[in-house]
């Protein structure tokens, strides 16, 4: 109400700014106190005197202007005709005003007062009319991009403190010099002149219609641009009421409007309103609220009605983290533009959909956890392969740590997990000096820990103690491959990495244990001299049918990572193939020359290689594989 009170008294007032506010008015060494002269009673004031000269003066300029008294007048701008005529009906109005306030000193019910008003009343309406005009005629060249191109807001108030005298105007458009487009010049033209007919009017007591004139066609502008970046003033019903694909496309919208808004729309209506009402910070700070308030305020309580309505889950985190970052990145930039008392609502809805977001981001992340703990399936997966469980946690949790700095915001106030509930080897987990904060870095620790406890869980539904250690090495090298890629990397750090990395190797050694060991030992660790060639048929046989029975059940394998996959095949034929070439070599002419010789030498040392070789690429498409309850990949 303060600042409303404020503009009548500006608005209303019949003195306007001082000659200090006036860079364009004339000298004013005329208008000195009445009391350094002396009258006769047979010769006219000083101050009539000067009011005389100045109707002269005026009179025939104001009236030539008139749209009421000629045609050339109605249809013609001023501006537009002459720059260099509209600066000289500028000063006569200085003039005249100057020259109505000194006489009204001496006698304030003079008819030359009563006849400098009517003229004066009637140079206001032409610039009344100019001003509509130059801002209605220009709206192409005095949008908020050619204005941000044009200029930036410090730059327009540092570059115009320079200029205050009578010819401020041509120096701006100059001051641009013969680089600048067309665009820019015509812009860089209007803007001056907006700016000098609001400083007359003001001066003149005139501000109430200049300012009236101005946020009616700029706030319009505003509106429209908000209306035509996609963003729509939407009621909490509505939202509530939406189906999320829609709520989403909306969103979308919004991301890209708000970076339009911030850095175009309302920063180049901030340089405008700078320009056109510099001498005056009151109207400068009104005109800039009144038109910009209802445009913010639609596109700045959207996030705000998005946290409060939508239904929390999961999935819908990762729109609400893209809202929460365009929020704080453009922070700085919307506090500046937004700077005054009198935009303080504008802050506060901003601040307010900060903090709403980050409520329900918070609920989203406690719901994937308690989603995550109460995942029950038992399941196994065929041939020891990737769980579907741990390919969409993973690329959840790679997807959160790319809002890892936010988020560092975000869960900066929520209890981190306690630290009885993780293992020693957690502890330290980021051992860089440039890794966020070790708050965040447990989190995403915690959370790969409750997903590996849940592994641990289903490997147990293995029948075969071979297959849960692969299903386990499968995973864990999964987990670690996609740590290794993203930004949990820098998260967790390189001492997670690594001790992650010797359990994998741990694992598939396990594995290959278990589920090869009774192959490997049914060759001779050491032969005697001299072997009965029924022992060695006997040792043949028992290498057939160990080898075609771990093929057999082996072969529905599959390791997905190659790397992990090639470690395992050389493993194992490391330990197989070399004992049995050498008892092949050693023996095969002795079974050879014997009847039924194929049933008991089945396998070459290549017939066991090749088949070695085609190990673990397995039956399995995981694509196939049934989905978690939430899927981040679709999320994108």
């Given amino acids: 109400m303060a600042r409303r009170i404020g503009m009548r008294e500006i608005c209303c007032s019949p003195k306007g700014s001082s000659k200090s506010d006036t860079p364009n008015s004339p000298s004013t060494s005329l208008f000195s106190s009445p009391s350094r002269f002396s009258f006769s009673p047979s010769r006219p004031s000083f101050s009539a005197s000067v009011m005389n000269r100045s109707l002269e003066m005026a009179e025939p300029m104001i009236m030539k202007w008139d749209p009421n008294t000629t045609t050339f007048a109605k249809v013609t701008s001023l501006f537009y005709e002459n720059r260099r005529e509209a600066k000289d009906f500028i000063k006569c109005v200085y003039n005249l005003q100057k020259a109505m306030h000194f006489h009204s000193m001496e006698n304030s019910k003079s008819d030359k007062l009563v006849r400098a008003q009517s003229l004066m009343q009637v140079a206001v309406k032409r610039l009344q009319k ?16 050619s204005i941000t191109t044009v200029s930036s807001r410090t730059s327009t108030r540092s570059s115009l403190s320079e200029f205050e005298d009578e010819e401020d105007d041509d120096r ?23 700016k000098l007919i609001a400083e007359c009017m003001i001066s003149s007591g005139y501000a109430k219609e200049c300012v009236k004139i101005y946020n009616v066609i700029r706030k319009s502008i505003i509106d429209e641009a908000i209306y035509k970046l996609g963003v729509e003033k939407l009621s909490s019903s509505q939202v509530h009421k939406m189906d999320w694909e829609v709520l989403e496309l909306k969103i979308k919208d919004w991301l890209r409007a708000v970076d339009v808004a911030v850095k175009i729309l309302f920063n180049g209506e901030r340089i405008l309103c700078d320009h056109v009402f510099l001498s005056n910070d009151s109207i400068r700070e009104s005109c800039f609220t009144e038109i910009s308030k209802d445009g913010s305020m639609i596109l700045f309580t959207f996030p705000e009605i998005v946290a409060k309505n939508c239904k929390k889950s999961p999935e819908k985190v990762f729109r609400l983290l893209d809202m929460y970052t365009a929020i704080v990145e453009h922070w700085p930039e919307i506090e500046a533009i937004f ?10 809805q901003v601040l307010t959909s900060h903090d709403k977001l980050g409520e329900s981001i918070r609920t989203g992340l406690t719901e994937f956890e308690t989603v995550l703990q109460k995942e029950s399936s038992k399941t196994p997966i065929a041939g020891g392969g990737i769980h579907y469980l741990t390919i969409d946690v993973m690329d959840y949790i790679t997807l959160l740590a790319d809002y890892s700095s936010v988020l560092s915001d975000i869960l900066a106030e929520s209890p981190p997990p306690a630290k009885g509930s ?5 502890f330290g987990i980021a051992d860089s000096h440039e890794s966020p904060a070790p708050a965040i870095s ?7 820990l409750i997903l590996l406890c849940k592994l641990d869980g289903k490997a ?9 250690y692969l299903f386990l090495a499968n995973n864990l090298r999964y987990i670690s491959i996609k740590v290794r890629s993203s930004n949990l990397k820098y998260l967790l750090g390189e001492n ?14 396990n594995y290959e244990r278990l589920g090869w060991s009774h192959v490997i030992e049914s060759l001779p660790s050491q032969e005697p001299p001299s072997m009965a060639s029924q022992q060695v ?29 090639d470690d395992l095949k050389i493993s194992i034929a490391e330990k197989i193939l070399p004992a049995y070439r050498e008892f092949y070599d050693k023996h095969k002419n002795t079974i050879v020359r014997e009847r039924h010789s194929a049933h008991v030498v089945k396998f070459s040392p290549e017939n066991v290689e090749n088949q070695l070789s085609d190990l673990f690429f397995g039956p399995i498409n995981l694509e196939s594989c049934l989905s978690f309850e939430f899927s981040p990949l679709r999320l994108r």
């Avoid at 010099?177 to 907006?194: K, P, Q, T």
Wanted: net charge negative.
């Fill in 537 to 565: 048929k006997e040792i043949f046989k028992r290498f057939n049918s160990s080898f075609e029975q771990a093929y057999q059940k082996h072969s529905m394998c599959v390791v997905t990572d190659s790397n992990l996959r």
């Fill in 422 to 426: 993780l293992p020693e080897s957690y």
């Fill in 460 to 468: 147990k539904h293995y029948k075969d103690s071979s297959f849960a």
């Fill in 172 to 194: 701006i458009v100059a001051v641009a010099g013969e680089s600048i487009s067309e665009v820019e010049d015509v812009s860089n033209v209007a803007m001056a002149d907006l």
């Fill in 442 to 448: 447990l989190r995403f620790a915690w959370l790969i």
């Fill in 339 to 348: 700077s005054s008392d009198s935009e303080s609502i504008t802050r506060s």
């Fill in 496 to 509: 997670w990495l690594s001790k992650h990395e010797v359990k994998v190797k741990k694992f598939a050694s």
């Fill in 130 to 145: 100019e001003f509509y005009q130059i801002l209605s005629m220009n709206r192409a060249y005095l949008d908020p991009e």
